[in-house]
């Protein structure tokens, strides 16, 4: 019997469309409506050329293209990241599990890295500014990050911890008969929701004219909203908490998560410190004209 002030949990089918033997899951459908959605807002964004100024835009085919480097990029990267962040034991015991994507085991900051490897190849490629590129990926991601969160709380998955006096705490089918937070919607609200209005604003008032520093914000909000989010989630059972124990309500250990996080604040303080002093702005030729972009990206 659950506790009263328990929320039963919602019973959703985790597969949204089902053509005979064809099944669509939700947390696939995120992923597609995340990658399309960001796509669509980029396509947007490049559209723009006063956002730019002086930086040289993608056109709009770049973007079609690209789009298919960052999904592989944040596939690869996601899947290579949880297995060597979170269960490299249990995958070194079994490594054809490696490749059983369809079971789960997708890790955000291997994604994130994986995204970065593609965006920086990409603009290599094309002779685009670097950092400007991945300030227009840090605009957009925040989509695919609220659907995600979203379809992992469809899941049953990634709960929270025991919020036993919490009013609106929910009994999660595979999460044992405890309340726990609904630790993803607030992954989704502040990882996703508050991110994508923060950068909307952000490119709004600063546009991608001083390279890096959209990257920047993003990195350093999303690292500073998934720590927040931390203190409510469970720690991944194999890892549990790498640093101190649960302790109260919030708990005062360490975690994989919050751990990651830290490098991604230093880099990001970095990015923004490098576009303040103009170190990331395409150098001016002798005759007058933006340097090529191409030649920004080494600096």
């Known amino acids: 019997m659950p506790p009263l002030l328990a929320l039963p949990f919602p019973?959703?089918?985790?597969?949204?469309?089902?053509?005979?033997?064809?099944?669509?899951?939700w947390y696939a459908l995120a992923y597609i409506v995340g990658l399309v959605g960001g796509w669509y807002y980029a396509k947007r964004?490049?559209?723009?050329?006063?956002?730019?100024?002086?930086?040289?835009?993608?056109?709009?085919?770049?973007?079609?293209?690209?789009?298919?480097?960052?999904?592989?990029?944040?596939?690869?990267?996601?899947?290579?990241?949880?297995?060597?962040?979170?269960?490299?034991?249990?995958?070194?015991?079994?490594?054809a599990e490696i490749l059983a994507?369809?079971?789960?085991?997708?890790?955000?900051?291997?994604?994130f890295l994986g995204a970065v490897l593609a965006l920086v190849l990409f603009a290599r490629r094309r002779g685009l500014n670097t950092y400007a590129m991945l300030d227009l990926a840090s605009v957009v991601v925040p989509i695919g990050l609220?659907?995600?969160?979203?379809?992992?709380?469809?899941?049953?998955?990634?709960?929270?911890?025991?919020?036993p006096d919490f009013p609106y705490a929910i009994v999660f089918p595979n999460g044992g008969p405890l309340p726990r937070h609904p630790s993803q919607l607030y992954e989704a609200f502040g990882e996703g929701l508050v991110l994508f209005v923060l950068m909307a604003i952000a490119v709004r008032a600063c546009g991608f004219r001083r390279?890096?520093?959209?990257?920047?914000?993003?990195?350093?909000?999303y690292a500073l909203a998934r720590t927040t989010c931390e203190f409510f989630r469970e720690p991944d059972p194999q890892l549990g908490f790498l640093f101190g124990t649960h302790v109260g309500a919030l708990g005062g250990g360490i975690t994989m998560g919050m751990l990651l996080c830290v490098p991604m604040v230093l880099a990001g303080a970095?990015?923004?410190?490098?576009?303040?002093?103009?170190?990331?702005?395409?150098?001016?030729?002798?005759?007058g004209s933006a340097a090529d972009s191409a030649e920004v990206t080494s600096a």
């Open 11 to 25: 019973a959703i089918d985790p597969v949204a469309v089902a053509i005979g033997p064809l099944q669509i899951k």
């Open 45 to 95: 964004l490049v559209s723009a050329p006063s956002l730019w100024g002086a930086v040289r835009r993608p056109n709009p085919l770049d973007i079609d293209d690209l789009i298919v480097w960052v999904a592989l990029g944040v596939v690869l990267g996601g899947r290579i990241g949880y297995v060597l962040f979170y269960n490299l034991a249990a995958y070194l015991a079994h490594p």
């Open 101 to 111: 994507i369809w079971r789960g085991g997708m890790s955000f900051h291997g994604g």
């Open 146 to 163: 609220f659907f995600g969160r979203i379809a992992n709380f469809v899941n049953g998955e990634l709960w929270g911890r025991p919020a």
């Open 211 to 221: 390279p890096g520093l959209l990257g920047g914000l993003f990195v350093v909000g």
């Open 270 to 287: 970095v990015f923004i410190v490098r576009a303040l002093r103009g170190d990331t702005r395409p150098r001016p030729r002798l005759d």
